[in-house]
């Protein structure tokens, strides 16, 4: 039986997974708020990058109390530092409607691993702590889209 101690191999890999996406957000959120001059949408990237490093510490901490090593660093061949490749590119152009776009793609992104491993661990004793970051992860992705829609 899985518990806090002794996860599942398949807890642990997409665990694993959400460790790298997570990092891979919270330095693409703060490269992007330095990038952008839009204060309020810098205010809400860092706010966002802070929320992604904090989800990526506590999954590091749950792989490291079930006597695995955690990542820690992101992957450089995923979708969201493709995404942040992008943005990149995007920010320097100052278009804000792009960046906000660009940033719910990569949000797209996020969210959709999340579903995924919240699937495949279901009645794993880190359910509760996976929804709650997917909650967080899916309203950030609501206010970018909300913040672009706005901006069209």
Request: glycine share 8%; hydrophobic share 35%.
């Amino acid at each position: 039986m899985e518990t806090t101690l002794n996860l599942d191999k398949n807890t642990i890999r997409g665990v694993q997974d959400l460790i790298e996406i997570n990092i891979d957000s919270s330095k693409g959120f703060a490269e992007a708020a330095d990038k952008i001059e839009n204060s309020d949408i810098a205010t809400f990237f860092r706010r966002c990058g802070e929320r992604r490093d904090v989800f990526a510490r506590e999954l590091q901490r749950a792989v490291a109390t079930s006597g695995e090593e955690p990542k820690t660093s992101g992957s450089l061949a995923g979708t969201l530092h493709r995404w942040w490749l992008d943005l990149r590119g995007t920010v320097q152009d100052g278009d804000e409607h792009g960046v906000l776009s660009e940033a719910e793609r990569g949000e797209d992104a996020i969210k959709g691993r999340y579903e995924s491993v919240l699937k495949s661990t279901t009645g794993s004793p880190l359910n509760a702590t996976l929804q709650e970051q997917y909650v967080s992860v899916k309203n950030d992705h609501d206010m970018i889209r909300d913040m672009r829609d706005a901006r069209a």
